[in-house]
RNA sequence: GGCCCCAUCGUCUAGUGGUCUAGGACACUAGGUUCUCAUCCUAGAAACCAGGGUUCGAGUCCCUGUGGGGUCACCA
């Protein structure tokens, strides 16, 4: 039975570096045959580093992208839990303790070390093969805290062991604490788990991801109008590839083709670039229904939701994040009228009263597509100015914006008295 | 600095000794479609870090160098 884990520190927010780690640990576990198990541990044992809510914000992150776990602090204890580190103090004592009257650690000022063997220690990464380090490498280290605590390298093992944990797949820069680990594992005479080494995501100066520079929160990427099947295909894309090369696909497939063997060891650039993509191409994806539901959630509900369904078809070409509904659509469903713009030097022969009443004489009855775009076109010839400038000036007019959805669909959900109240409003502001 | 990891287009990557005059995707550029923008279609530019080996043959194996990264806490 696999049973792997990730084991966030909640420190403040679900980090997408711990969304990474999750989505593979949760690949590999479900992989075969879905029986392997996935668990979350948080590892709260700098009190001073913990912050209330953060919890709660690694478990919104994860179910957002549709990583669920099977055993956590907020499941049923099992046989394995408690699963927060600080619940299991007591344990780590006892341990503790066994390796100091093994004379295996010593007392140190309050605190519980380690003593180094000084042996060479190796292990076969999964991702990296052979990877050895010199037994001088480590020294004697604390395992458990004058408060109490253990470090992370103690509580993680003792843990993994209890826990059951067979394969620990986890970010590289974990690879230099490997081998305290592993020394660790001999004293406790337990074999340890395999290890596998995920590559680090890196930022465009290629150092790892931090929290102060770089857009990491996933709450960020909620707010941006990403969907969360958008970002987890672009997480599964840095550092492994789809055996026919393919690019969109879904958790589903990637946890039925995961496989360490196409997982590459060099740290990929966490580059959003390729997201947009990926996001507007879930976009087009999503029925019309479905899609004016997430804008609907995604504006808060401010909008009327038969508005925003009228809306879609006009903008889910158009858009890459949900948040650039209110930049092409903005007007269409604001109370208030946009600023007109005066885009052409024909602008006087464009919107003019001919134009006006031309709209005027079409009953809201006849107010649709099809029509309109015969009484425009007439507009248009009368005007006789370019097809392009004679739209061009009615969509400055009507959005306030040179860069809209198709003009006639926009008038017909506008409606015949507020396009004409805006044309006439133009018409006023640009003879001033 | 010690130790460790890594190295193919700007970015994500394919590639497990010959089919590589290195393939795909994003981004970019040009053109087509079009009332703008976008979608869509077509085309284009763009990479094996360097030097030594091994081999009939190296992007692929080995060594060295260089470059980048990680880590050296009573943080995780």
Redesign the pocket.
């Known amino acids: 039975m696999i049973r792997v884990r990730i ?3 909640p420190t403040g927010f679900a980090h997408v570096g711990t969304a990474y780690t999750a989505l593979f640990n949760y690949a590999f576990a479900k992989n075969k045959k879905n029986e392997g198990k996935f668990i979350l541990r948080l ?4 009190v001073k ?1 913990n912050v209330k809510g953060a919890e709660e914000a690694i478990y919104e992150g994860l179910s957002w992208l549709g990583l669920s776990w099977d055993e956590g602090p907020d499941k049923d204890k099992g046989e394995y839990g408690p699963y927060r ?1 600080s619940e299991r103090l007591k344990t780590y004592r006892e341990w503790a303790e066994r390796l100091l009257k093994e004379k295996k650690a010593y007392e ?4 519980i070390r380690f003593k180094n063997t000084g042996k060479d220690m190796v292990w076969d990464d999964l991702i ?7 037994g001088g ?1 480590v ?1 004697d ?2 395992i458990l ?3 109490g ?5 103690f ?2 093992v003792i843990d993994d062991i209890l826990m059951e944990i067979t394969h620990v797949i986890r970010g ?6 490997t081998p305290r680990q592993l020394a660790l594992y001999t004293a406790f005479a337990k074999a340890h788990p395999k290890f596998a ?1 995920l ?2 995501l ?1 930022n465009k ?4 991801l931090s929290k102060r520079r770089d857009p990491v929160d996933l709450r960020v990427f909620r707010e941006k109008g990403y969907l969360p099947e958008a970002l987890v295909n672009f997480l599964c ?5 789809h ?1 026919q ?1 393919k ?1 969109i696909f879904d958790l589903e497939e990637f946890v039925r083709l995961f496989d360490f ?2 997982v ?6 966490f ?1 959003t ?2 997201l ?2 990926i996001n ?2 879930y976009i ?1 994806k999503t029925n019309n229904d479905s899609l004016a539901k997430l804008v609907w959630e995604y504006a808060e509900r401010k909008y009327p939701l038969e508005k925003v369904e009228e809306i879609i078809p006009l903008v889910r ?3 890459n994040k949900l948040s650039e509904f209110f930049t ?1 659509a903005g007007f269409l469903v604001e109370e208030k009228p946009p600023k007109p713009l005066f885009l052409t030097d024909s602008y006087s022969a464009n919107i003019s009263g001919a134009t006006i009443s031309k709209l005027n004489n079409l009953p809201e009855s006849r107010w649709n597509k099809q029509n309109l ?1 015969k009484v425009l076109g007439e507009a248009n010839r009368m005007a006789g100015t370019a ?2 400038d004679f ?2 000036d ?2 400055g007019t009507i959005a306030g914006s ?8 926009s008038i017909e959900i506008l409606g015949k008295k507020e396009t004409i109240d805006r044309l006439k409003t133009g018409q006023k502001k640009f003879s001033k």
């Open positions: 084991a966030p520190s590892e709260d044992t700098d580093r580190q140190d000022e309050g605190a990296r093969g052979k990877i050895s380090f010199p490498e020294t280290f604390v805290k004058s408060d605590y253990p470090t992370y390298n509580g993680a590289e820069e974990h690879i230099s604490n080494h590559p680090t890196r100066d290629r150092k790892k894309l840095l550092g492994w590839s055996p090369g690019e063997k196409r590459r060891s060099a740290g990929p650039i580059d670039t390729k947009d993509w507007g191409e087009r070409e158009r858009m092409l775009d097809t392009g739209f061009m009615i969509r040179s860069v809209t959805p198709p003009i006639t669909e």
